[in-house]
């Protein structure tokens, strides 16, 4: 039921950063005028505690521009034409954190920095999940908090949620089992449904002190 990682994870990822830099202009038209998908990211934040917070694969900003001036936060993205975007939504919202380029797989932070860290719709879009979620837990400070959204299958197996995500699998997103993923890397975690009949997870995950 979920899906195979790809062989040529290289690949992947540069179709992902292409097709992002082609649609980076209308992904943002998207997350401003569809109140859906602002009200699934939103889950997070009642969870982030900071002081230090990092977002990875921000997307075009919108996030950000939610909860960035009440902690020190920083935020990294692949693709460089998302992060001129938000660089122009975080001016325009007065809103100020310090955003890079740079790979999940390969964070420029020392290890223990974050108290926590977000992540939202986009770890099916990353090529090597335990490699990402490794990098991951290294940066976050001990009892720090992963909040993530993303998609998976619904706990009911209802019909509708069922294929919304296999939909999201279709275009390209790779699903996963997140406990087990969670599990595997030593983090205690909830899993809560927030969207698209069950498809659509809140995941607090916490790491050890």
Not at 89 to 103: E, G
Not at 120 to 132: C, I, K
Request: net charge neutral; aromatic share 12%; with cysteine.
């Amino acid at each position: 039921m979920y899906t195979q990682e790809p062989v040529d994870k290289k690949q992947f990822t540069e179709k992902f950063n292409q097709s992002y830099s082609q649609f980076a202009k209308a992904y943002d038209v998207v997350v401003k005028v569809f109140p859906v998908w602002r009200r699934w990211i939103r889950q997070v934040l009642p969870h982030i505690v900071g002081p230090e917070v990092l977002e990875i694969s921000f997307g075009t900003g919108y996030l950000l521009t939610q909860y960035a001036n009440d902690y020190r936060t920083s935020g990294i993205d692949y693709n460089w034409e998302l992060i001129c975007t938000t660089k122009k939504n975080l001016q325009s919202s007065n809103v100020k954190a310090t955003i890079q380029q740079a790979n999940v797989e390969f964070l420029p932070y020392a290890s223990g920095t974050f108290d926590t860290v977000v992540n939202t719709m986009a770890f099916s879009g990353y090529p090597d999940g335990q490699r990402a979620m490794a990098e991951i837990c290294r940066v976050i400070k001990p009892s720090g908090r992963l909040v993530m959204v993303d998609i998976d299958y619904p706990d009911n197996q209802n019909w509708l949620g069922m294929n919304l995500a296999r939909m999201w699998a279709s275009s390209g997103d790779i699903l996963r089992d997140m406990g087990k993923l969670f599990d595997q890397s030593g983090l205690s975690y909830e899993d809560k449904e927030v969207g698209g009949f069950g498809s659509v997870h809140l995941y607090v995950a916490t790491k050890s002190a």
